[in-house]
Each structure stands twice: as C-alpha cells, then as structure tokens.
C-alpha cells in the first residue's frame, strides 16, 4: 500500500517569509508519480505540479519551487517571499503504478497554510 | 464557464434519506473519479470510473453507489444517509494521457453535504 504524509498540519507566517511545506511518502513502486494541490479558503482544488520518479530534477514556478529527492522519499514545496494570497491548504499525493495503487491518486493529510500580513 | 461542476453545490439532508450528487464535465475526459474530504485525513477515494462501462470501488465505497450515465456524467448516490457521511466531496476528471499513473486529475468545485 502506498502513504503520505504530510507533518505539518499547520503553519503559519508573516508576509514575504519563506516556507517549505513538507511531504513524505511511501510506495514499493519503482515508478510513481507526486502531485501538489492547493485549495484556496474558496473550497477548489487546484493542481499546481506534477514530478514522476524518474527525474529529480528540481522545479521552480515564480514564487513556488519543489525539491524531489528520491534518497528520502521526500516531495517538499516552498513558497518564496510567500503572500496573503497562499494562505490555503496544501495536498501532496502520490500515484503509483502497479497492483491497486495505478492510476489512483493517495493524498496527504494536507498542510493548512496561514500567511498574515 | 467551469470545465468540471457539481450539484448541489451545498445540501443539508435527514438520516434515512437517499440523496444523489451530480458531477458534469466539458473536459472530454475519459476518467472521473469521487472523493471526500474529512478535516484531518484528507481527500478518499469512494469510487472512479475510467469509461462509461467501468466502474470501480475505491478505499471507502461502503454506503455509497455510482452511475457513469456517459463520458461526461458521474453521479454518486447515498442510499440511505447517515450522519458520519457528513463531508465535502470533490468530483474530479482525466484524461489518462500516455501513462494512466501519471495523470493529472482536475477537481471540481465540491458539494458540502451535512446529514443530520
């Protein structure tokens, strides 16, 4: 069976701080897929990345960055100089490929995301 | 105008009642998929759907029942509703792409629902 886990249930920052919001996840594949969503106090889900095993590559978006390391199961997401408008909470999921877990997404328990300004 | 939408968007509903929960897409995806969410244990998957003739029980689908009445309907029945099914659902899509684990699923707007 696969697991993520998401430590942080809450954390809360002053605007233009940095952030990292963890992610720690369990899988016997040796192929998968990691995803970050946001959802905003509006209620959507909005998908933000996706990252597969195979490239450790890390990613950056503006604020956002992503730093995958394979080594300790790891997918943590960081807002730079963060902003009022991140307050949400943030899913980190995990798709893998073989048996029951292809093509099915398990999500974290989510990490709620306060910026004060 | 939304690529995913759901009805109701809010229900309050009685124990014992049977209520259904309506999911659209303009996507032209293949796959949808149910899930609810609970304060603390994120999103579950209840049921999921990758065409019209295949349907899927997911981690938690006790209770719960599903129609996929085309590629872009999806609708999830509570027969008979209790209280601890309380909980906001997401109906979400995708569109398998070359590897079907790595596909993206696009959400919904959610339904709250609150069974007394």
């Known amino acids: 069976a696969q697991k993520v886990t998401q430590a942080q249930t809450e954390i809360s920052v002053v605007e233009k701080e940095d952030v990292t919001l963890d992610c720690v996840y369990e899988?016997?594949?040796?192929?998968?897929?990691l995803f970050w969503y946001k959802q905003p106090p509006s209620g959507e889900l909005v998908f933000l990345i996706r990252?597969?095993?195979?490239?450790?590559q890390n990613e950056i978006s503006g604020r956002y960055s992503w730093n995958f390391q394979k080594s300790t199961s790891s997918f943590n997401f960081t807002i730079t100089a963060s902003q009022v408008v991140d307050s949400a909470v943030y899913f980190c999921?995990?798709?893998?490929?073989?048996?029951?877990?292809?093509?099915?997404?398990?999500f974290g328990q989510g990490t709620i995301l306060t910026v004060h300004p | 105008d939304a690529d995913v939408t759901q009805t109701p968007r809010n229900r309050i509903t009685k124990t014992g009642k049977r209520i259904m929960l309506e999911c659209s897409q303009t996507k032209g995806h293949d796959r949808m998929y149910w899930y609810r969410q609970d304060p603390g244990l994120g999103l579950r998957l209840i049921y999921y759907?990758?065409?019209?003739?295949?349907?899927n029980k997911g981690e938690i689908s006790d209770g719960y029942s599903v129609s996929r009445q085309a590629q872009a309907k999806f609708s999830l029945s509570l027969e008979s509703a209790i209280p601890n099914q309380t909980a906001l659902y997401f109906c979400?899509?995708?569109?398998?792409?070359?590897?079907?684990?790595?596909?993206?699923?696009?959400f919904g707007p959610g339904t709250r629902l609150t069974v007394l």
């Open positions: 990252r597969n095993s195979f490239d450790e």
């Open positions: 999921a995990l798709s893998g490929t073989g048996g029951t877990s292809y093509g099915k997404l398990t």
């Open positions: 899988t016997r594949d040796t192929t998968y897929y």
């Open positions: 979400a899509t995708s569109d398998g792409g070359i590897r079907l684990a790595s596909d993206t699923q696009y």
């Open positions: 759907s990758f065409d019209v003739k295949d349907i």
